[in-house]
């Protein structure tokens, strides 16, 4: 199984840490949105796109490069994907951060395999007053959480592919 992550990752590096392990378990190249063309996906059996979680969304320059994405199915015949994020507070299941990247990912012809998110430092307002939270995350749990959540992937998709 051939993979990639497409990884924004622009605050304290807390994103890029989950990348770097994940790509490390799926054998994985990690590139920014700017590092890679559109067209190159297509070589590409998974695709895995984070960034931190941003006002509850993902960063604008990741959201950017999915929506330039051609639109439609038989262009990547269901390619397989998967999303993960770094966000200071929980997602809740009432409104989860992932659901709409899930979505457009969708509309862009990709077959979403799994979601993954955990939490990270945060000095975004209004946090940056009291000096951030969750100073010491992600820790060794999280990066074995990431491991253990590529290694599954590697496991489940690499079978079918």
């Known amino acids: 199984m051939k993979a990639i992550i497409v990884c924004t990752s622009?605050?304290?590096?807390?994103?890029?840490?989950?990348?770097?392990v994940m790509g490390q378990a799926l054998e994985a190249p990690v590139v920014a949105?700017?590092?890679?063309?559109?067209?190159?996906l297509?070589?590409?059996?998974?695709?895995?796109?984070?960034?931190?979680?941003?006002?509850?969304?993902?960063h604008p320059w990741l959201l950017q490069f999915v929506r330039s994405l051609p639109n439609g199915e038989q262009?990547?015949?269901?390619?397989r994907a998967f999303v993960f994020a770094t966000?200071?507070?929980?997602?809740?299941?009432?409104?989860?951060?992932?659901?709409?990247?899930?979505?457009?990912?969708d509309q862009k012809g990709?077959?979403?395999?799994?979601?993954?998110?955990c939490r990270?430092?945060?000095?975004?307002?209004?946090?940056?007053?009291?000096?951030?939270?969750?100073?010491?995350?992600?820790?060794?749990?999280?990066?074995d959480a990431a491991r253990t959540f590529a290694e599954g992937l590697r496991a489940r998709l690499g079978a079918v592919s």
Do not use: C, M
Request: charged share 25%; net charge positive; glycine share 10%.
């Open 87 to 105: 966000s200071g507070l929980p997602e809740v299941r009432f409104r989860p951060f992932t659901r709409p990247l899930v979505r457009l990912l």
């Open 120 to 143: 990270a430092f945060d000095t975004w307002l209004p946090f940056k007053l009291v000096g951030g939270i969750n100073r010491a995350r992600p820790n060794a749990t999280d990066l």
């Open 75 to 79: 262009k990547r015949q269901r390619q």
């Open 110 to 117: 990709f077959t979403t395999a799994d979601t993954f998110s």
């Open 33 to 40: 949105p700017e590092e890679i063309d559109t067209a190159e």
């Open 10 to 20: 622009v605050s304290h590096g807390n994103t890029r840490r989950i990348a770097d």
């Open 42 to 58: 297509s070589g590409y059996d998974l695709v895995g796109f984070g960034s931190g979680i941003f006002t509850g969304n993902f």
